[in-house]
């Protein structure tokens, strides 16, 4: 069976009441993809980076998905209108 796993940019300092955060740069999620990889047994199919909207929820460990920060990228989806997203690592495998 083919499982994949995401791995977003962690909050490293929350911004004041309710304000932008700081987030890991995306190099330490590459490293966080790469620890988890090394410390399971599982085939790795693929690796790729995805761009995911500013909410997460069930994802790895870990505090994603504050409404903004350093780390989003805007997107444009219809007509102007633009929502807040972020860099992720998916892997694919195979237990």
């Known amino acids: 069976m083919i499982k994949y796993k995401d791995f ?25 993809a790469n620890q988890w990889i090394e410390s399971t047994t599982i085939q790795v199919i693929n690796v790729e980076t995805v761009v995911l909207p500013d909410r997460i929820e ?5 505090v994603y998905g504050v409404t903004t920060s350093n780390a989003f990228y805007p997107v444009m989806i219809s007509q102007g209108l ?4 972020f860099q992720c690592v998916r892997v694919w495998y195979r237990e």
């Not at 977003?8 to 966080?32: L, N």
């Not at 069930?58 to 870990?62: C, E, L, P, Q, V």
Request: glycine content about 14%; aromatic content about 8%.
């Open 82 to 85: 633009a929502i807040k997203c």
């Open 8 to 32: 977003a940019p962690r909050i490293t300092e929350r911004g004041p009441f309710g304000g932008a955060s700081k987030y890991e740069v995306f190099s330490e999620v590459v490293d966080a």
């Open 58 to 62: 069930g994802t790895s460990d870990g």
